[in-house]
DNA sequence: CCCGGCAGACTAACCAGTCGGTATGTGATC
DNA sequence: GATCACATACCGACTGGTTAGTCTGCCGGG
């Protein structure tokens, strides 16, 4: 079989999808060229269009990516066995810090998304509704056993917070007074005192 | 002179800016071709050209026009006369109104920032930030009143909020069960909550 | 000798911006 | 009040450049 690897220890699909992805965070997706992902891989088209379908494939990947570890993430979080503040402070605070950690993933998420295809679009849709539903289902069983407000609904308080992990990819920098983990405890900090009853 | 006008009454300029805007907001700045907007406001690429610079002056035309009108209602709610508490609440929930409002300006403006050159992206962000320091100035001076917690930065509480009012565009929608001022009293009372001592 | 794994030239489509042209209005001059 | 000069407001064909995706073919291992 042909070398899948080549001078680079790293298989070919995964170093295009590293480059893809640096390349789509940082310049946007409509304004990366196929050339350049495939140059900064170290290969040529050919090379990219006999593993993955389209450009877009390759986006949907990344989603696909940031999708299943988070979901994993939040899930074993969720489960755990400890009491209802206590679960959603450590997912809220661990959403945080894996969304810092993949910025580049997280900017190409909310900046692109609409950049799919209808289909694929529904597609990363759902699995984030999945995501979202998990996490809704932890304030409402803080609500439902007096220890969250229930001043706000549920599906409102999700957004909030995620609304700020959204835009962490904004204004967050490595080089900035706050590590990771600060914001990512001053973050829970709020949604735990805003649910105070 | 020339009509500025045609058949329908508004002018020119007008029509071009507010096509684009609902392209822009629809499919994206770059999925946007200039003869789309065109056809959209009854016109060809001479009037365009005429009015506008180039087709990333219009962008940047959207963005000026929702950071003063924002600027200018923050200015207002910041400087009236009543108690901290009262004037945070009355101005985060202004802002939430006022995007869900202007939906489309606000998803244009959170996705297609990055669009701009170097020169005008910097232009943008100066104004943003303004914007951002009197958000913060009003959390401090409660903070220094005792009224509000200084457990978080107040530069990360105003992330966090403005993190749920870009996300607004991401989730909310007229038909949905809320109506905008209800978003904006929860999103509001969120805030408030989460400062409390 | 066959097939996965690629190279790289090629194509068909698209697109921002340009440019020469037309039509209408306005102000000055006689 | 007729003519001329000039400006504003637009039209639409054209250009030069870019791009996603295709296709033919080479190369080396099993």
Redesign the interface.
Known sequence: MAKATDGDGTPVPQRLLAAATRLFAE??Y??TSVQEIVEAAGVTKGALYHYFGSKEDLLQEVYARVLRLQQERLDAFADAEAPVERRLRDAAADVVVTTIENLDDASIF??SM??LSPEKNKQVRIERRRYHERFRALIEEGQRAGVF?V???AD??V??H???????S??YSPDGP?SQQE?AD??A???L????P
Request: glycine fraction near 6%; charged fraction near 20%; proline fraction near 3%.
């Open positions: 310049r946007g409509d304004r909310f900046r609409h950049h407000s001043a706000t609904p409102l308080v957004d909030y995620f609304g700020s992990v959204h835009h962490l904004t204004w706050l914001v001053h973050l900090d709020l949604l005192r805003a649910l105070r």
